[in-house]
């Protein structure tokens, strides 16, 4: 059973936008925070910004600014707004849970959905 589904990544050059979406099963959104994880190419996965159920939310310092994370409750997705991109935004972006607004998943992770940026 598929319970993440991400997409809106591709290629695009540095200083343009990207929006991606992530759909999750009710069981996850409903009593969750729900965040964005990116992983590039040898580099381990990390939390780049969570929400929390009422709204918080919560940015990694390389992409405050730029980046905004939100969440449709009545629809479970959440979608992450990515700005005045970076070569070193490149990664496979993933959602999944962000216990206590920490890298801290508890979902086994989607196929995630690639973002290049590159001139």
């Known amino acids: 059973q598929v319970q993440l589904v991400e997409s809106g990544g591709g290629l695009v050059q540095p200083g343009e936008s990207l929006r991606l979406s992530c759909a999750a099963s009710?069981?996850?959104?409903?009593?969750?925070?729900m965040g964005w994880y990116r992983q590039a190419p040898g580099k381990q996965r990390v939390l780049v910004a969570c929400?929390?159920?009422?709204?918080?939310?919560k940015y990694a310092d390389s992409v405050k600014g730029r980046f905004t994370i939100s969440r449709d409750n009545a629809k479970n997705t959440v979608a992450l707004q990515m700005n005045a991109l970076k070569p070193e935004d490149t990664a496979a972006y993933y959602c999944?849970?962000?216990?206590?607004?920490?890298?801290?998943?508890?979902?086994?992770w989607g196929q995630g959905t690639q973002v290049t940026v590159s001139s």
């Open positions: 929400i929390g159920i009422g709204g918080t939310t």
């Open positions: 999944n849970t962000c216990i206590d607004f920490g890298p801290n998943w508890n979902r086994d």
């Open positions: 009710r069981s996850i959104f409903s009593f969750n925070n």
